[in-house]
């Protein structure tokens, strides 16, 4: 055959076939034409959207770009798109009789939802689908469960550390409680207030006391040196310590209202650059291209029978 081909005239080949190869290139051309038409090939519309991620908190070393792809690939993403869209129906897949239900679903949504990462590190969402709604849909729904399941990852993790700041809380308030009730004690039995200030006020009342020569006087300043001498002491370190607490009480306090904002606050994570939009113009199939591709592979295809027919009629002995 490669002699042949060396030696065979193919042009002169061509010329003498131009009919058989004429009618074969009409009839892929009608053929193709017909066959890529929308009463057998679904014409598919393509919606686009690109985003910068935000507000990720970060798990690993990857990229918030990453975080984000890895996110919307997720299979919890994945499932609730296609049970809002009612994708088995609208793939025409049998959810009852068909055993490998799933597998297809998740083909045909592999299929026509592509995410990628762009060369400015943002993320890129491709839907394709028969219906330009849907397409656009998808992408929008796509970027609300997104934020649901990032926000509550988020709050799964603020909540951890909320309750462990509000069990500090709990603990420093009943240990401020315990000193105030203490000191409480100390005031009503003492009649402790203010242990320098009163050291100064008893000292003078006594040395008044002692100027004026009263037995009363004196036995009564007498005593509350005394009480001020044996629990004074105890009385002004506890008013120290509860100063203390009270000032890790209050730190502990701002912590947690920090950790509860947290929790209670609404984020999103996706900086929309495109937005989604329904196409007016379909995507898929590109007919002329269909038609093109068609009309030289069936004359190809021709050529090579008719070059082939040639050489058998090349070899033939004759009689």
Do not use: C
């Amino acid at each position: 055959m490669n002699s042949y081909l060396q030696s065979a005239d193919i042009f002169k080949i061509i010329n003498q076939s131009r009919k058989p190869l004429i009618i074969v290139g009409v009839i892929a051309a009608i053929a193709s034409a017909i066959f890529s038409g929308p009463d057998f090939i679904k014409p598919r519309y393509k919606s686009e959207s690109v985003m910068y991620p935000s507000n990720l908190t970060k798990y690993s070393d990857e990229s918030p770009t990453e975080q984000m792809i890895q996110l919307l690939q997720s299979s919890d993403i994945r499932d609730s798109v296609i049970n809002a869209f009612s994708l088995y129906q609208h793939y025409e897949i049998d959810s009852v009789k068909n055993k490998t239900h799933r597998t297809e679903i998740f083909k045909m949504y592999d299929q026509n939802v592509s995410i990628s990462k762009t060369e400015y590190e943002s993320v890129n969402i491709v839907v394709y689908d028969t219906d330009p709604i849907y397409a656009a849909g998808i992408i929008d729904s796509m970027v609300s469960y997104l934020n649901k399941k990032a926000r509550f990852m988020q709050r799964e993790k603020s909540y951890e550390v909320l309750a462990m700041s509000r069990q500090r809380l709990s603990l420093k308030k009943m240990e401020m409680d315990s000193i105030e009730a203490l000191i409480q004690t100390y005031r009503d039995k003492y009649g402790l207030l203010e242990y320098k200030t009163q050291a100064k006020e008893y000292a003078r009342a006594y040395l008044k006391a002692i100027q004026s020569g009263s037995p009363r006087a004196l036995a009564e300043s007498k005593q509350m040196l005394t009480s001020l001498g044996e629990k004074g002491g105890e009385f002004s370190a506890l008013s120290e310590h509860l100063w203390r607490v009270r000032g890790a009480f209050n730190d502990l306090k701002q912590e947690y209202e920090t950790y509860l904002n947290d929790v209670s606050k609404v984020l999103t994570y996706a900086n929309i650059v495109t937005y989604p939009v329904p196409a007016d113009k379909k995507s898929y199939p590109i007919r002329w291209l269909i038609v093109v591709i068609s009309v030289s592979s069936s004359l190809f295809m021709a050529f090579l029978v008719l070059l082939f027919l040639d050489s058998k009629k090349m070899k033939a002995p004759i009689h």
